[in-house]
């Protein structure tokens, strides 16, 4: 995956890999893909969610905004 920088590990519900190295990981089924001309819109609907054990007992933070940071 990427040329052995990212590790993959596998899904639970879909066939594609998630990251390891992700925080957070959303498996999705696609619902709908619509073509707009220069690009697709794809709308999908998340069947399972993966949260890193760290953040779920609270030893670091995500930080959601444009530049996403994680705080130990």
């Known amino acids: 995956m990427l040329n052995g920088f990212w590790t993959p590990r596998k899904s639970k519900i879909i066939k594609a890999d998630l990251i390891a190295q992700c925080y957070a990981g959303f498996e999705c089924e696609v619902e709908m893909v619509k073509e707009l001309g220069s690009h697709y819109w794809v ?7 993966h949260i890193d054990k760290r953040i779920e007992n609270e030893e670091c933070k995500i930080y959601w905004n444009a530049f996403t940071q994680v705080s130990r």
């Open 43 to 49: 709308i999908g609907k998340v069947v399972q969610v």
